[in-house]
């Protein structure tokens, strides 16, 4: 019969197998690991072959470059060193004969397909030519001028070097045709060195040098002809144009001026003939034409290149403040070549971004004129009412530097207005032609009363006719039947009126900084930018900035009145009260909820400029407080506004306090039974509508607001009275929480209660202390330690008993 163990020793045993079987397995898995590691180590690693770092061609060119170079050093030093040794005969044999075998060294070369060798080859012998010219000069020419002997040796080595590269026997070399074009570079440049044409004469050398290199770079085939022809165009050109635009920056006379515009002119001329040929051979998707970009900066740079050499003609003909507007006219002008049918479109775009950078650059020029009128009058923050100035100028420069020769700023500004109020009207980009226009108008104006040195009110009176027409623009502006549609709640203004805005803030705030020169020009600014502002904010797109805007201007000018009544400062704080008053009245009456927010920030900031106005007074601060809470009170009642009570309420508590810091009141009760009693008031409101509220979040704040420091002060008092005052209430308090069941009430009123009694028993427990021998306490200590221990778990119990008590309170 077989028999079966308990379920317990069952399940025992079953454990116990597999756990064995884990073990097993454990071990052999380990094994395994081994052996496959040690298989890994004992199999052959195929080794692979090394790679050549370099590729065959790339040590054939470098081996026959080497030797190239090494035979033009062993020929240099032939040439210079054992030169003298041989008679004119031998020089001219040896010299001849080595030159030769060297340039018909390669034909051969190329017709065995050896082509890089027939390259090292062809380099030596074109060294050797410079070397036969080098040394032609050092024996037979040693008297002629050596900078006009190396103009016609490099000339001739072009010439030859070019035959050379174009015969048929080796027109495959690549070296030739770039080596010509290099040398191309020289003969002009040197001969005008030689001949002391200096500058001019450098200038127009370099410049038609250029001319060459260009004319080669837009016919030449070969790909490396081309590019050292571009390298060389674009070198000698730029300093070519650098050269000819300081001699036309510096001419005096007109013999001077026409020669530095006519260097400009012949530099225009070539960047736009390539640019011409690149935008043909774009239309007929030619690939030796230079590229679109290539020729739209070119074109660019001809029309650059024109407004300087016409400005520059002009420009000693007339005084120094009109050179800017001489150049933008001649900017504008260029224009004028968008109607030209018969230029390619890249000739047309570059002249249209040049005649931009033209513009642009001039407006840069009269910003710092427009900078100095908006930016200058906040100076007068540190001397206001120090009386008006003598005119408009003197107003917004206080003692700066006005900027030399500007006098013709408004006109640059107008003019760039004008053309992008005509570009607008083509329908070109038409909402930021506008954008652009309106603001540089805008400007003009406002820079016009210090350019023209107009008195003192009458830049009053046109600052403020800019920021109204402004403001008006920005309430009344079309909609632009060209721009998207109308503005959207995520974007409440299209760019015109967004523009208009901003300018209208900007031009508002230079003006009341303008005005604080003199008291009534602050009083009557001021009142006209309040009710400016204030007038806008009826339009619902507008009050979230023009609200908040009327606000800051009222609280300027109560600040403003008060000083001009002669009040002191916490005097002139219950004036600017009427900020927050308006903004609350204001916010409550206000159906926009993006407007509301903007209105009660400002009023609060107006409230805080109050509160510090009447820091030196208490008496007045508190009622400032007190007026402030009154108004917080009042936007609490507002329904979506509800947690404003809390700052009505710390307002109300703080003015208290104020006040009876005012009056010299030390006793700490009568700064916190004034929070404690509305406290408890409102915990005892809320337990009723939610009677699963905690009795700490009820009661517990409005409790510590007075147990405490009562407490802190009862632990320093030498007197009866607070202590035994203390203690009732603790007493009252935790009566009360016993009877309701409510923790908070039970915890902070009999801890109060007990650490009341213990500073009320504290004098005579020391005398107790003092009266028994110094073993008692030890010894009474080390009793209760041995109480608790042999009641531990008693007491334990106890505690928790007392702690569930109080989790079941509330």
Not at 115 to 125: F, H, K, M, Y
Not at 398 to 404: A, D, F, H, K, V
Not at 687 to 708: E, F, H, K
Not at 791 to 810: K, P, S
Request: proline share 7%; net charge positive.
């Amino acid at each position: 019969m077989t028999h079966f163990p308990p379920p317990a020793e069952e399940l025992r045993l079953i454990d116990a197998e597999l756990w064995q079987l884990d073990a097993r397995r454990t071990q052999l898995l380990t094994r395994r690991a081994w052996l496959v590691a040690a298989l890994h180590q004992a199999r052959p690693t195929p080794v692979a072959p090394p790679r050549p770092e370099s590729s065959a061609p790339s040590v054939q060119n470098v081996l026959l470059m080497l030797g190239g170079v090494l035979l033009t050093i062993a020929a240099m030093v032939f040439t210079l060193v054992s030169w003298g040794h041989l008679g004119i005969t031998g020089r001219a044999l040896v010299l001849g004969a080595v030159t030769l075998a060297a340039l018909a060294t390669p034909v051969v070369l190329l017709k065995r397909g050896l082509r890089s060798t027939a390259e090292s080859v062809a380099g030596l012998g074109l060294a050797l030519t410079v070397l036969d010219a080098y040394a032609l000069h050092a024996a037979a020419l040693a008297g002629t001028d050596g900078t006009g002997y190396a103009a016609v040796a490099s000339a001739v080595l072009a010439v030859v070097w070019a035959g050379y590269g174009l015969l048929p026997a080796t027109r495959g070399l690549r070296l030739p045709l770039p080596a010509a074009l290099a040398s191309a570079q020289l003969p002009l440049l040197l001969w005008a060195l030689a001949t002391d044409a200096v500058p001019y004469g450098v200038t127009s050398a370099l410049l038609l040098t250029a001319v060459f290199d260009t004319a080669v770079a837009l016919r030449a085939t070969a790909r490396s002809v081309r590019v050292a022809a571009a390298i060389g165009a674009y070198g000698m050109g730029g300093w070519g144009v650098l050269a000819a635009g300081w001699l036309s920056w510096t001419a005096t006379g007109p013999s001077a001026v026409v020669r530095a515009a006519a260097l400009l002119l012949l530099a225009a001329a070539t960047a736009l003939g390539a640019a011409w040929h690149g935008g043909l051979s774009e239309a007929r998707t030619d690939e030796h034409g230079p590229g679109r970009k290539d020729a739209l900066g070119l074109a660019v740079a001809a029309g650059l290149l024109v407004v300087a050499a016409l400005g520059g003609a002009v420009r000693p003909a007339l005084p120094e403040a009109w050179t800017v507007p001489v150049h933008l006219a001649c900017g504008i002008a260029l224009l004028a070549t968008l109607r030209a049918g018969r230029l390619p479109a890249t000739v047309r775009h570059g002249f249209v971004w040049a005649s931009g950078t033209v513009q642009a650059l001039a407006v840069l020029w009269a910003l710092p004129v427009v900078g100095l009128a908006l930016l200058g009058p906040v100076g007068w923050a540190e001397r206001a009412w120090t009386g008006a100035p003598s005119d408009a100028r003197a107003a917004v420069t206080l003692g700066t530097p006005w900027p030399q020769h500007t006098e013709t700023a408004p006109v640059v500004l107008a003019a760039v207005a004008a053309v992008l109020l005509l570009t607008a009207r083509a329908g070109v980009r038409r909402p930021r032609a506008l954008c652009g226009a309106s603001a540089l108008l805008w400007a003009t104006a406002f820079a016009l009363p210090a350019v023209l040195e107009l008195p003192y009110a009458a830049a009053l009176l046109t600052h403020g006719v800019m920021t109204a027409g402004a403001l008006a623009a920005t309430v009344y502006v079309r909609r632009d039947t060209h721009a998207p549609p109308e503005a959207t709640p995520a974007r409440p203004f299209t760019p015109p009126r967004l523009t208009a805005l901003v300018l209208a803030l900007v031009g508002s705030l230079s003006l009341a900084f303008l005005s604080l020169a003199s008291q009534s020009a602050t009083l009557a600014v001021l009142s006209a930018l309040t009710a400016l502002f204030t007038a806008a904010s009826w339009h619902p797109r507008l009050a979230p900035v023009t609200a908040p805007a009327a606000l800051g201007y009222a609280a300027a000018l109560a600040c403003a009145t008060g000083a001009a009544l002669d009040w002191r400062l916490s005097h002139t704080a219950l004036l600017v009260l009427a900020v927050p008053a308006t903004a609350a009245v204001s916010a409550a009456r206000r159906g926009s909820a993006r407007s509301v927010v903007p209105v009660e920030v400002a009023g609060a900031v107006g409230g805080l400029l109050a509160v510090g106005l009447a820091l030196t007074d208490p008496p007045l601060l508190a009622l400032v407080l007190a007026l402030c809470a009154v108004i917080a009170g009042g936007t609490a009642i507002r329904p979506d506004r509800r947690p404003v009570a809390y700052a009505a309420a710390a307002l109300f508590v703080l003015a208290t306090w104020v006040r009876l810091a005012a009056w010299d009141v030390g006793t700490p009760e009568a700064y916190t039974l004034p929070v404690t009693v509305p406290a408890l008031l409102l915990g005892a409101l809320r337990r009723r509508r939610d009677p699963q509220a905690s009795s700490w979040t009820a009661y517990g704040p409005g409790l510590a607001a007075t147990l405490v420091p009562s407490l802190v002060a009862a632990w320093g008092d030498a007197h009866w009275t607070r202590p035994l005052l203390l203690g009732l209430a603790a007493l009252l308090v935790t009566l009360l929480g016993a009877r309701h069941r409510l923790q908070a009430l039970l915890v902070l009123g009999g801890s109060v209660l007990v650490l009341d009694t213990l500073h009320e028993l504290a004098p005579y427990l020391v005398q107790v202390t003092d009266a028994l021998p110094r073993w008692v306490p030890p010894a009474l200590a080390g009793l209760l330690l041995l109480a608790l221990g042999a009641t531990y778990e008693r007491r334990i119990r106890d505690v928790r008993r007392v702690r569930e008590a109080l989790g079941r309170m509330n």
